[in-house]
C-alpha cells in the first residue's frame, strides 16, 4: 500500500505538468464577421452587442485570437470581426485602439481558448501561475507529511 505522502506528491506533480503543457496545436477561437454595409454579412451575430458563442463558428489558431472593430470618422461601425490572429497581430491580452484620419480601429488579441468572445472571461493562462504555485504548496506539504512519518 502506498503512502499517503506519495499520493500527495504523485498529485501535485499530476497538476503541476498538466497546467505547464500547452497543446501544439493552438487554441480554438471564434470566427465571424459583420459589415452593416456589406452584402454577405449584413445579419449581426458578431458584434460585442449580438454575439451568440453557440452559433459562432470556431477554429483551431495557432497564434491566438483576435477580435477588431473598424469605426468611420463619425464614428459609425464600418466591419466587426473575430478570427485567428496573425503574425502580424501584437499579442497583448488587452485590447488597443489605433486612430488615424480616416478611421479607428479597436483591436483585441489573446492567446487563449476562447478568449475573443464577448463577455470578460478571465483566462486560463492568468490563472495558471496561482496554480503552480498551489501544486508546488500540496507537493511541499506532502514532504514535510513523509518527514514526519
Same mark, same amino acid.
Not at 452584402?39 to 452587442?49: E, P, Q, V
Not at 461601425?77 to 485567428?84: A, D
Given at each position: 500500500?502506498?503512502v499517503?505522502?506519495?499520493?500527495?506528491?504523485?498529485?501535485a506533480?499530476?497538476?503541476?505538468?498538466?497546467?505547464?503543457?500547452?497543446?501544439g496545436?493552438?487554441?480554438?477561437?471564434?470566427?465571424?464577421?459583420?459589415s452593416?454595409r456589406?452584402?454577405?454579412?449584413?445579419?449581426?451575430g458578431?458584434?460585442?452587442?449580438?454575439?451568440t458563442?453557440?452559433k &459562432?463558428?470556431? %477554429?483551431?489558431?495557432?497564434?491566438?485570437?483576435?477580435?477588431?472593430?473598424a469605426?468611420?470618422?463619425?464614428?459609425?461601425l $464600418? +466591419?466587426y470581426?473575430?478570427?485567428?490572429?496573425?503574425?502580424?497581430?501584437?499579442?497583448?491580452?488587452t485590447c488597443?485602439?489605433?486612430?488615424?484620419? &480616416?478611421?479607428? %480601429?479597436?483591436?483585441?488579441?489573446?492567446?487563449?481558448?476562447?478568449?475573443?468572445?464577448?463577455?470578460?472571461a478571465?483566462? $486560463? +493562462?492568468?490563472?495558471?501561475?496561482?496554480?503552480?504555485?498551489?501544486?508546488?504548496l500540496?507537493?511541499?506539504?506532502a514532504?514535510?507529511?513523509?518527514?514526519?512519518?
Amino acid at each position: 500500500m502506498a503512502v499517503p505522502w506519495a499520493w500527495g506528491a504523485a498529485l501535485a506533480l499530476l497538476l503541476t505538468l498538466t497546467l505547464l503543457v500547452t497543446p501544439g496545436g493552438g487554441v480554438e477561437c471564434f470566427v465571424c464577421s459583420y459589415s452593416p454595409r456589406g452584402n454577405s454579412s449584413r445579419l449581426d451575430g458578431c458584434t460585442k452587442a449580438n454575439f451568440t458563442e453557440e452559433k &459562432i463558428e470556431t %477554429r483551431d489558431c495557432p497564434l491566438g485570437c483576435e477580435s477588431v472593430a473598424a469605426y468611420d470618422r463619425n464614428d459609425e461601425l $464600418l +466591419s466587426y470581426h473575430r478570427n485567428c490572429a496573425t503574425s502580424d497581430t501584437i499579442m497583448t491580452n488587452t485590447c488597443e485602439t489605433y486612430t488615424n484620419i &480616416i478611421l479607428k %480601429r479597436e483591436v483585441c488579441s489573446c492567446d487563449w481558448a476562447y478568449c475573443n468572445t464577448a463577455s470578460g472571461a478571465a483566462p $486560463l +493562462s492568468a490563472a495558471r501561475p496561482s496554480a503552480v504555485f498551489t501544486s508546488l504548496l500540496v507537493l511541499g506539504g506532502a514532504l514535510r507529511a513523509r518527514a514526519l512519518v
